[in-house]
């Protein structure tokens, strides 16, 4: 195969799994710190941890699509419940994390619904975006 820092910039994502939880916790946040800004590490479900170009997330999609659209961030909702759409959450001007997401995903949205179970996504769009609480 050769040298694989050789085909480093050739990659999109790489996904680690494990059905250990707490290790995949500790494995996104050292990754994180390992990587600085030069790319992104996030928990995309509590097993996998995606480590991908710092501009390949969610956040960066939000900023393509103001870009390609022509509306700004500022003006878009964001809804997520993962690790991986705080970035996102960070560049729109709303977000709603859903009720099963963790407290730490939680804080760092706008607005919290409900669970998806409980249609948090329907709930979350009727309460904060048309605001028929």
């Known amino acids: 195969m050769g040298n694989v820092e050789e085909k480093l910039d050739q990659v999109v ?8 939880l707490a290790l995949m916790k500790r494995l996104e946040h050292d990754l994180q710190q390992a990587l600085g800004d ?3 590490a996030a928990l995309s479900q509590p097993y996998y941890v995606d480590v991908t170009n710092r ?4 956040g960066g999609v ?6 390609l659209l022509g509306i700004p961030a500022s003006q878009m909702v ?4 993962q690790p991986n759409d705080v970035l996102m959450f960070r560049k729109s001007g709303m977000s709603i994390a859903m009720g099963q997401a963790s407290p ?5 949205a706008t607005h919290v ?19 028929d609480a």
């Not at 994502?13 to 250990?20: A, E, F, N």
Request: aromatic residues 4%; glycine residues 10%.
């Open 13 to 20: 994502k790489i996904t680690g799994v494990s059905d250990d």
């Open 38 to 40: 030069t790319a992104s």
């Open 55 to 58: 501009d390949a997330n969610k």
């Open 62 to 67: 939000v900023m393509a699509l103001e870009r």
């Open 78 to 81: 964001t809804l997520g419940d």
């Open 104 to 108: 730490e995903v939680q804080k760092q």
């Open 113 to 131: 619904s409900t669970s998806c179970e409980e249609e948090g996504f329907a709930n979350g769009i009727e309460k904060f975006v048309l605001g």
